[in-house]
């Protein structure tokens, strides 16, 4: 969906993006070095009258347990996840993503872009 991906890649930090209509799902690919809120990329793509299932997002950050940490901000991961302080690239898809902080799962991580 052209809309989606318009809004979406005109807003900073945002690398790449791609939609895959038929199952619903919007991915995200941001740049760690200008953080972006799910939250407004959920409000961007509802904008444009796209009601994503899932959002995947690649992200920078460690584990605590209960959460993802982002640049300090915690978004809370359902399901259980062990602790681990290493920031590496991690695959999370959002759940919640209209609410701040996004509730997410984490889907995995890619061990070549550990720090």
Do not use: C, Y
């Amino acid at each position: 969906m052209k809309g989606v991906d318009d809004a979406l890649s005109r807003r900073s930090g945002v690398r790449e993006v791609s939609v895959r209509l038929q199952d619903g799902i919007v991915i995200v690919v941001t740049d760690p070095t200008k953080p972006v809120l799910p939250s407004a990329l959920w409000n961007d793509i509802e904008r444009v009258g796209f009601v994503p299932a899932t959002m995947d997002v690649w992200v920078t950050g460690s584990t605590d347990g209960h959460a993802v940490v982002l640049d300090g901000a915690r978004w809370p991961v359902v399901g259980a996840e062990p602790a681990d302080a290493r920031v590496r690239s991690l695959h999370v898809r959002v759940l919640a993503g209209d609410e701040d902080p996004p509730r997410v799962e984490i889907v995995g991580e890619r061990p070549d872009a550990a720090r």
